[in-house]
């Protein structure tokens, strides 16, 4: 079987076990709405307790906000799950430091290496230029791009709120205005690593808050995304940077994300993603989360890209590296270990052949696991490929084992969970059961709450009783009209036509001749006075409604 038809075969197989999660994500939600019940119930409760008895105590003690960020929590779990065997390719995320080669690879695997092509997947030898994620799918035709912008609101939460917590500012904007317009926070003083403070400062200064009027008008009310030719896609997804190192472009600030579709060259890829992740290691807050998240929600696979510093540099493992790694290490947790879904690329330019050697030798020592350890030079286009078949090879021979793996720990969580839940409604039954004396606290409820009714009732029947007593003239208005509607030429027979009938067929049959001839147009003028009717009708019972809603039983009247 080929290639492509065996990558085809795993994901109409993942698709055909889709339903599982499906139906665990199902149960959170039903399980959810049961638990805001409970939680609204047991407000009502205590509000209107007029006891602090033992249940009353235990029913204050039961935290329902905590069951229902434990039930999101195991939710997501599913979420994930049920969109990684639903989703239509096999996601292969590419991982490093800033300035490892992880674009470089990328260019050569997805074919954008012609000259036309450049920024399309930013690579540089200097600062960092990634700057967004990108999941880049194969297209047979024009290449192009989906930019996904954050909206005014995600924006402020997701980029900027963490900045101002990292540096402990106090006025948080919470909107685009607040940001552009109140006074930018002075440098924090004395904090404990000055120059990382300062760093993230001038990040924050100098890329949000200055340039902000070059990127604004891109963040709307909602989130939204456009699509761009392959011409536009570098100012999205990039950063450029003049001879003095400062940055020109600002677009990429506003996008959350961007797909790029392009012609793959290598036979077999066709129904690969490869996701393009920014490097960490820079003062950019968010990425280390974003990533996790990212490598828990859209990837399957990791291949972590790593270019040992050249001989005599004395570069080949650093914090940097275990710190990469444990972050990494965090999107599936113990649901599916890391060196079961993760490879290692070393980067070799040449010059750094035993580094690279060191380097692999060194990895376990410091805590590095991974499935397999693969060296080439990642600006042979080449070498990519030969990369990307072995990892291809290890997907079609494991994809599925990976994936029980998974689904077999999220099973066993979710028994442990519903140990856990039932334990906690255990709690709750116990809590409702010994809440006081309910006779003796309906009694109460009862006595306090009849008074109110009976004396709003009996005001309510006095109104209408004043109001039947006298004239309404609207409705007065209304009798007037018909009648002179009804009087109307054409309504009643004529004299002569009476006076015909009595002759003919006798008073009697001309009493009954023209009581017929009449009714029609009695019935059609008095109709609509039955809209009157109803209006006052509907008035009196709104009315009515408003007297249980201000006694606080307006659930009785809702429709």
Request: negative net charge; hydrophobic residues 35%; aromatic residues 10%.
């Amino acid at each position: 079987m080929l290639l492509d038809d065996l990558i085809s075969e795993i994901i109409r197989k993942r698709k055909a076990t889709a339903d599982v999660p499906k139906k665990s994500v199902d149960y959170f939600n039903c399980l959810e709405s049961k638990i805001n019940k409970l939680k609204d119930l047991q407000e009502s409760i205590l509000r209107l307790s007029t006891t602090s008895s033992m249940g009353v105590q235990q029913l204050y003690q039961i935290d329902f906000q905590t069951i229902l960020n434990r039930i999101a929590q195991e939710r997501k779990v599913w979420e994930n799950l049920w969109q990684r065997l639903n989703r239509d390719t096999i996601n292969i995320g590419v991982v490093g430091l800033a300035r490892q080669g992880k674009s470089t690879f990328l260019q050569n695997v997805a074919g954008l290496t012609d000259e036309e092509d450049e920024g399309i997947i930013p690579s540089s030898d200097r600062l960092p230029c990634t700057t967004v994620k990108s999941n880049i799918y194969h297209h047979e035709g024009d290449t192009f791009a989906k930019v996904y912008f954050h909206s005014e609101s995600s924006f402020i939460e997701e980029i900027i709120t963490p900045y101002y917590r990292e540096l402990g500012f106090e006025n948080i904007p919470k909107n685009l205005h607040e940001f552009a317009n109140f006074a930018f926070p002075s440098q924090p003083i004395n904090p404990q690593h000055p120059a990382k403070a300062e760093a993230i400062y001038e990040h924050l200064r100098q890329d949000y808050y200055v340039h902000l009027n070059k990127y604004s008008d891109l963040l709307q009310l909602e989130r939204r995304f456009i699509t761009v030719p392959k011409d536009e896609i570098r100012e999205y997804v990039s950063q450029s940077y003049d001879a003095k190192s400062n940055p020109q472009f600002f677009n990429h600030l506003a996008v959350e994300k961007v797909e790029i579709f392009c012609r793959f060259p290598q036979v077999g890829v066709k129904k690969l993603a490869l996701v393009d992740m920014p490097g960490l290691g820079d003062t950019r807050l968010g990425d280390t989360e974003r990533m996790i998240k990212a490598l828990a929600e859209d990837i399957d696979f990791i291949l972590l890209i790593r270019r040992p510093g050249k001989k005599g540099t004395g570069d080949f493992l650093r914090k940097e590296d275990v710190n990469l790694y444990d972050v990494a290490s965090q999107a599936l947790k113990d649901k599916l270990p890391l060196k079961e879904w993760v490879f290692m690329l070393l980067n070799q330019d040449g010059e750094n052949e035993q580094l690279s050697l060191d380097f692999e030798n060194t990895m376990p020592r410091k805590g590095i696991h991974v499935k397999q350890c693969l060296k080439a030079n990642c600006k042979n286009s080449d070498a990519a490929n030969q990369v990307m078949e072995k990892v291809l090879d290890y997907l079609t021979t494991n994809m599925k084992n990976l994936d029980k793996q998974y689904m077999s720990a999220a099973s066993r969580d979710l028994r442990n969970f519903q140990s856990w839940i039932e334990e906690k409604l255990a709690e709750v039954r116990q809590a409702i059961a010994g809440y006081g004396d309910i006779d003796t606290e309906y009694v109460k409820l009862r006595e306090k709450f009849l008074p109110k009714l009976y004396k709003s009732i009996e005001e309510f029947r006095e109104k209408l009783r004043v109001e039947i007593s006298q004239p309404n003239e609207e409705f007065k208005t209304q009798v007037n009209a018909a009648i002179n509607r009804c009087q109307q030429p054409g309504n009643i027979p004529d004299f002569r036509d009476v006076e015909m009938w009595a002759k003919r067929e006798g008073i009697d049959g001309a009493y009954f001749r023209a009581i017929q001839q009449m009714r029609p147009g009695i019935l059609k003028h008095f109709q609509t006075m039955e809209d009157g009717l109803k209006e006052s009708h509907n008035q009196t019972k709104s009315e009515l409604a408003d007297i249980f809603i201000n006694l606080g039983i307006g659930g009785l009247v809702e429709t």
